[in-house]
C-alpha cells in the first residue's frame, strides 16, 4: 500500500520561503510521476507542479512558475517543493500526489498524501 507524507508546511510572511517534502512508501519510488496540488478554501484542488520518473523534466502552473521549484531523490524515496517570494494567494492546503505519468491533470494521480497547510501572511 503506497504512502505518501507531506511536511514542512507553516506559518509565513510574504515573501518569505519555504520547503515542502514528501516521503513515499510501499511501492518503487522512480516508478512513478509525482505531482503536488493545493487547495485554498472554498476552491477546488488546482495543479501546481509536477515532475517525472526521472526528475529531468518538470512542469508548473503559471502562477508559480518562477517563484516554485519541484524536484526529487529517488534514493530517499522524496520529493520536494521550495517556494520562494511567497505571497498571501499561495495560502492553502498542499497535497502531493503520484501517478504513472507527468500530469497536471488531478484524475492522472492515483494515490494522495493528506496534506500539509501552507500560510503566507501579508
Known amino acids: 500500500q503506497v504512502r505518501l507524507v507531506e511536511s514542512g508546511g507553516g506559518l509565513v510572511q510574504a515573501g518569505g520561503s519555504l520547503r515542502l517534502s514528501c516521503a513515499a512508501s510501499?511501492?518503487?519510488?522512480?516508478?512513478?510521476?509525482m505531482g503536488w496540488f493545493r487547495q485554498a478554501p472554498g476552491k477546488e484542488r488546482e495543479f501546481v507542479a509536477a515532475?517525472?520518473?526521472?526528475?529531468?523534466?518538470?512542469y508548473y502552473a503559471d502562477s508559480v512558475k518562477g517563484r516554485f521549484t519541484i524536484s526529487r531523490d529517488n534514493n530517499k524515496s522524496t520529493v520536494y517543493l521550495q517556494m520562494n517570494s511567497l505571497k498571501p494567494e499561495d495560502t492553502a492546503v498542499y497535497y502531493c500526489?503520484?501517478?504513472?505519468?507527468?500530469?497536471?491533470?488531478?484524475?492522472?494521480?492515483?494515490?494522495w498524501g493528506q496534506g500539509t497547510q501552507v500560510t503566507v501572511s501579508s
Open positions: 500526489a503520484q501517478g504513472m505519468f507527468r500530469s497536471t491533470n488531478i484524475r492522472s494521480y492515483s494515490s
Open positions: 515532475i517525472n520518473r526521472s526528475g529531468d523534466s518538470s
Open positions: 510501499g511501492r518503487t519510488f522512480s516508478s512513478y510521476a
